[in-house]
């Protein structure tokens, strides 16, 4: 699948939000007020262009013509990613029970590797553009450089903050004033993991996850 434009990919992270919210897709006029477009046509070509890259499929005679590709021809890894559900204790985080369901997103538009999903609540980081609500696309790792926001394990809970790592302690930081920072030994007595490296949001609503 060819990667898509800036454009092309906020119009498409739109059309999958809208199909995960309401179980249908947006019209081409709800998409043009949206995005403030000053015609539909101007909507029209950019669909044509994210159809013609292999991402929808479109039917130019019904109101909600779009389609989000889940095609034989593409497997389940290169045009989902699996979202992570509840983890439960003693279970293997990858195991298939920890997963609930797959997002009908190409992994290429998140730049590609193993990645998960998870559902974010709470306040925490909303001064890194993270808000409750979203979901957290993850690329699978267990080392992420000082500074990153990554997803962490600790005791089975997931949760997603600013990592700084030193010999002996582990620091997760907040993106919000009014959060304090957690600070952790690293000895066995903490089992701590890191998950992953953040790497982006798809923006919905009403969804229950982690912190």
Known sequence: MKK???????????????????????????????????????????????????????????????????????????????????????????AEQNFEDHLPIAPALFGGGELFALKVIGESMIEAGIINGDVAIIRRQNVVDNGEIAAVLIDQEATLKRVFLSS????????????????????????????GRYMGIVRTENNRGFS
């Open 4 to 94: 898509l434009t800036e454009k092309q990919f906020e119009i498409y992270e739109f059309i999958t939000s809208w199909q995960m919210k309401k179980s249908y897709p947006p019209t081409q006029a709800e998409i043009r007020d949206h995005f403030g477009f000053s015609s539909q046509n101007a909507v029209r070509s950019h669909l044509a262009l994210i159809e013609k890259k292999g991402y929808i499929r479109l039917n130019w005679g019904k109101a909600r013509g779009i389609k989000l590709i889940q095609s034989s021809s593409i497997s389940s890894k290169e045009s989902s990613i699996p979202l992570l559900g509840n983890i439960a204790a003693g279970v293997p985080l990858w």
């Open 168 to 195: 002996d302690s582990l620091i997760l930081k907040p993106e919000n004033i009014s959060f304090k920072n957690l600070e952790y030994p690293r000895n066995e007595n903490y089992p701590i993991h890191i998950l």
